[in-house]
């Protein structure tokens, strides 16, 4: 049974260049959410989407920032132009509604650097 | 805004003894629910507990939850080196907020 699979895993990249971060949500799951990490802030919701559907991004931080969900398997997170304060672990998160309390399920991240 | 926090932010315990953590927040919940998160890894969900619910148990964890005093505790048991780990609660299904987390270290 796949979990919520993100990639890449890491990335290094110099200032000013575009970033695109990747997300397969788990088979079924029709919420999606995007979180940034950092050791200052710690875990911050960016964006979440129900059925593909922006429905709140009021956590994502400027217009720099971007994310889509074309479809129900995939969910991309743009970042252009991106900056130094930009670095940080990215994740990615599905869950069900169709069940009543169920949590959500996290990918391993991507390890952003921006240099 | 942060709506969990977690207490104490370290926590260092001999393998086999007890670890206890716990979480306020400020608003009305639904739930409370607790993840633990390994170092590079994602949070895996370890127990959910409902807002009408006092205690519930999932093998070594044991949470319970006081909406009175908008405060919940995480206990493990017989800790092992694999729990070594942070530990986070969160609030709200949808918009989840994760408090700085508690860092537990089990020395072998």
């Known amino acids: 049974d796949a979990g919520v699979i993100q990639s890449p895993r890491h990335e290094v990249t110099e200032m000013g260049q575009e970033v695109t971060l990747r997300c397969k949500p788990i088979?079924?799951?029709?919420?999606l959410f995007w979180y940034r990490q950092t050791m200052m802030r710690g875990l911050e919701l960016l964006i979440y989407?129900?059925?593909?559907?922006?429905?709140?991004d009021s956590g994502m931080p400027e217009d720099r920032f971007s994310a889509k969900m074309p479809n129900a398997s995939f969910s991309t997170l743009k970042i252009q132009p991106s900056e130094p304060r930009d670095s940080a672990v990215y994740f990615c998160a599905s869950k069900t509604a169709s069940v009543l309390d169920q949590p959500q399920h996290f990918g391993d991240g991507t390890r952003l650097s921006i240099l | 805004s942060q709506q969990g926090e977690e207490d104490p932010q370290a926590l260092s315990i001999q393998e086999g003894e007890n670890a206890t953590m716990n979480c306020s927040y400020k608003?009305?919940?639904?739930?409370l629910q607790w993840y633990r998160q390994n170092s590079g890894r994602g949070l895996v969900h370890l127990i959910l507990i409902r807002s009408n619910e006092r205690e519930k148990h999932s093998g070594r964890l044991r949470v319970t939850l006081d909406t009175s005093k908008k405060s919940s505790s995480l206990l493990i048991t017989a800790s092992r080196a694999a729990d070594t780990a942070s530990y986070f609660c969160a609030t709200n299904d949808y918009k989840l907020s994760f408090g700085a987390g508690t860092t537990v270290t089990v020395r072998a």
């Open positions: 989407f129900n059925n593909n559907v922006p429905i709140d």
């Open positions: 088979s079924g799951h029709d919420y």
């Open positions: 608003t009305s919940i639904n739930n």
